[in-house]
Each structure stands twice: as structure tokens, then as C-alpha cells.
């Protein structure tokens, strides 16, 4: 008995212990919830929408080839991790008169992968500001109508995001320009809010609901 106590305090508890941290505590429980009531995205000229979906929503500003390095990073890091799930999708606000630059961004980027869930909305310059407000962050749109910085918006139209971050307390969103901010943080809470709904769906279909 005691031969077995002490190999199991040997070598399953160390592997018991790796495999949780291995997977981050951040894992675990639901992704916080910081805002409710975001905009959403006006119905005109066939602009996707957030509803039912899981969005990433980002800013490119009327420079969009000035955003596309930070386009790059997030589809490298992001986007190809998680594009196949159903219900996930990326927005990205633009005002109207950028569709060029926008086209030429989607080509460059289907060059690096599948491009289905890359999504685009025109709008004009008073709904992009009053959408980026609607989010209630610490973050301020550049002059061009631009953010480094991508949200979390459930399908519920609630921004998500982290309410005890080690570096900024209240994390809002995720900055495009930093590879660490996307593989150490965003990696972790994509991954949270996605296994929230795969978990909910499943529950749902235990019960018998559609």
C-alpha cells in the first residue's frame, strides 16, 4: 500500500498538475463580461452584423494599408486558430469609400489562408464613433478612425474581456501590434468564450432545445 501511495505521489500528481497548468488556469469558468448594450452594426447595404455570432471587431480607419501589418498579425495568430468554428467571425468597421483597399487587403490575405470569416462593414464616420463608444473602453479611436486594438463582442452584444488582468486591471481589448498580446492573452480568451458556447450548445441539446 504504501509502495503504491508513494508512486502515485511520484507520478501521477506531477502529470495531474502539468496538464492543468499546461492548459491555463484562464481556461476554466466564463470570460468576464464589461460591457453590455454594444451597438449594433446598422442594417444597410448588405453589412454583416454582430447577431448570433462571436466577433472579433476591429477598426482599420480610411488608411487600411496602414493597418495591414496588424491585419497579418491577427490573422496569423487568431484567425487561423480558430476560423472553424461556426458561429465565430471577424469584423472589421470601415468607413465607406475604403471597398478598394479593402478588396486588396482581402486578396493579400487569402494568399495566407481561407478568408470566409474575414468580414467587412462600410459605415459612415458618425456610426463607426458611435459603435467604438457604445464599447465603453479606456481606448480612443485615432484621427483616421482607426485602433490597433480588436474586441471580443458575444453574441448577446456584450464586450468580453478581462476584469483582473495582471498588466491593466480591466482588459478591454487586444492590441494588434503586439504578437506577445495576442499568443499570451487573446490565444486564452478566444479559447474561453468559444468552449463557453460549444458547452452551453451542448447542454442545450441534452435538454432537447433547439
Same mark, same amino acid.
Given at each position: 500500500?504504501?509502495?503504491?501511495?508513494?508512486?502515485?505521489?511520484?507520478?501521477?500528481?506531477?502529470?495531474?498538475?502539468?496538464?492543468?497548468?499546461?492548459?491555463?488556469?484562464?481556461?476554466?469558468?466564463?470570460?468576464?463580461?464589461?460591457?453590455?448594450?454594444?451597438?449594433?452594426?446598422?442594417?444597410?447595404?448588405?453589412?454583416?452584423?454582430?447577431?448570433?455570432?462571436?466577433?472579433?471587431?476591429?477598426? %482599420?480607419?480610411?488608411?487600411? #494599408?496602414?493597418? &495591414?501589418? /496588424?491585419?497579418?498579425? !491577427? *490573422?496569423?495568430?487568431?484567425?487561423? $486558430?480558430?476560423?472553424?468554428?461556426?458561429?465565430?467571425?471577424?469584423?472589421?468597421?470601415?468607413?465607406?469609400?475604403?471597398?478598394?483597399?479593402?478588396?486588396?487587403?482581402?486578396?493579400? %490575405?487569402?494568399?495566407?489562408? #481561407?478568408?470566409? &470569416?474575414? /468580414?467587412?462593414?462600410? !459605415? *459612415?464616420?458618425?456610426?463607426?464613433? $458611435?459603435?467604438?463608444?457604445?464599447?465603453?473602453?479606456?481606448?480612443?479611436?485615432?484621427?483616421?478612425?482607426?485602433?490597433?486594438?480588436?474586441?471580443?463582442?458575444?453574441?448577446?452584444?456584450?464586450?468580453?474581456?478581462?476584469?483582473?488582468?495582471?498588466?491593466?486591471?480591466?482588459?478591454?481589448?487586444?492590441?494588434?501590434?503586439?504578437?506577445?498580446?495576442?499568443?499570451?492573452?487573446?490565444?486564452?480568451?478566444?479559447?474561453?468564450?468559444?468552449?463557453?458556447?460549444?458547452?452551453?450548445?451542448?447542454?442545450?441539446?441534452?435538454?432537447?432545445?433547439?
Amino acid at each position: 500500500m504504501k509502495k503504491t501511495f508513494v508512486l502515485v505521489v511520484l507520478f501521477v500528481l506531477p502529470i495531474v498538475a502539468y496538464l492543468f497548468f499546461a492548459s491555463g488556469v484562464t481556461n476554466f469558468g466564463r470570460l468576464p463580461s464589461l460591457k453590455e448594450g454594444i451597438m449594433e452594426i446598422p442594417l444597410n447595404s448588405g453589412n454583416p452584423m454582430f447577431s448570433e455570432k462571436i466577433s472579433v471587431l476591429g477598426f %482599420l480607419g480610411k488608411n487600411v #494599408e496602414g493597418r &495591414k501589418g /496588424n491585419a497579418f498579425n !491577427l *490573422n496569423q495568430k487568431i484567425y487561423k $486558430r480558430f476560423h472553424e468554428f461556426n458561429d465565430f467571425q471577424f469584423l472589421m468597421v470601415v468607413p465607406k469609400g475604403t471597398e478598394v483597399a479593402v478588396s486588396n487587403l482581402k486578396k493579400e %490575405l487569402s494568399n495566407l489562408d #481561407e478568408t470566409n &470569416k474575414w /468580414n467587412f462593414a462600410f !459605415l *459612415n464616420d458618425q456610426d463607426i464613433t $458611435r459603435l467604438f463608444e457604445s464599447l465603453g473602453t479606456d481606448k480612443k479611436l485615432e484621427s483616421d478612425l482607426s485602433s490597433p486594438f480588436v474586441f471580443i463582442v458575444d453574441k448577446q452584444l456584450h464586450l468580453r474581456g478581462r476584469n483582473n488582468d495582471e498588466d491593466e486591471g480591466f482588459k478591454y481589448g487586444y492590441n494588434t501590434a503586439s504578437v506577445a498580446d495576442l499568443n499570451n492573452k487573446m490565444v486564452d480568451d478566444v479559447k474561453i468564450i468559444l468552449a463557453e458556447y460549444r458547452m452551453a450548445r451542448k447542454e442545450n441539446n441534452l435538454q432537447g432545445k433547439n
